[in-house]
């Protein structure tokens, strides 16, 4: 069984620094682009960025580049977002997903870890 | 970026009777490799977003035969044939031709 568990959220104030981690278990991690997802509350989803198998190419949405950086460990079957630079727009529920990039769709997610970014 | 636009915004249904969610792209989801990804996820409350149909018509492993995807180019649709209360919650179609991926605004449905 395919499982994602994200960790790492939590309560920070504007401008700081925050680390997610996601864990993978049922699935050859090394195998698969992985992606970031968010949704702030009470919205839709905004995904955030992905990388590949081996963490050769990553790519992000405009509004994080420069402060978000996505990487891996397969190692460990890990995925990371170094968060920096905060912002209280980037509050949200953070997902970690599975790409399938046979057909380009995201088909397991984990339940998402809340990041509160406040004063 | 592709902008992916949804409607109705929100859709109350009678039980047992069908549903259709709109889905229209602002450039077309053909990828030069000539698939085109487009894909809907269902959000129950409280839930992560689950993912029902891939490459416009394709059902994800365990989704029902109520759920079925259609379209081509830049307008798409998901269906269900006859809504059970297990399917409220919230809908978006999702682009992947271009990155950045993007998500339509969602669709709510409900039962009256």
């Known amino acids: 069984e395919v499982q994602l568990v994200e960790s790492g959220g939590g309560l920070v104030q504007p401008g700081g620094s925050l680390r997610l981690s996601c864990a993978a278990s049922g699935f050859t991690f090394s195998s698969y682009w992985m992606s970031w997802v968010r949704q702030a509350p009470g919205k839709g989803l905004e995904w955030v960025a992905n990388?590949?198998?081996?963490?050769?190419?990553?790519y992000y949405v405009d509004s994080v580049k420069g402060r978000f950086t996505i990487s891996r460990d397969n190692a460990k079957n890990s995925l990371y977002l170094q968060m920096n630079s905060l912002r209280a727009e980037d509050t949200a529920v953070y997902y970690c997903?599975?790409?399938?990039?046979?057909?380009?769709?995201?088909?397991?997610w984990g339940q998402g870890t809340l990041v509160t970014v406040s004063s | 970026d592709i902008v992916m636009t949804q409607t109705p915004l929100s859709s109350p249904v009678t039980l047992g009777q069908p549903a259709s969610i709109s889905c229209r792209s602002s450039?077309?989801?053909?990828?030069?490799?000539?698939?085109?990804?487009l894909s809907w996820l269902q959000q129950r409350p409280g839930q992560p977003p689950r993912l029902l149909i891939y490459?416009?018509?394709n059902r994800f492993s365990g989704v029902p035969d109520r759920f079925s995807g259609s379209g081509a180019g830049t307008d798409f649709t998901l269906k269900i044939s006859r809504v059970e209360a297990e399917d409220v919650g919230v809908y978006y179609c999702?682009?992947?031709?271009?990155?950045?991926?993007?998500f339509g605004q969602g669709t709510k449905v409900e039962i009256k």
């Open positions: 990388i590949k198998q081996d963490g050769s190419e990553k």
């Open positions: 999702m682009q992947a031709t271009q990155f950045p991926l993007t």
């Open positions: 490459k416009i018509s």
């Open positions: 450039q077309s989801l053909v990828h030069s490799d000539g698939n085109t990804y």
């Open positions: 997903a599975r790409d399938r990039a046979a057909i380009w769709a995201i088909d397991y």
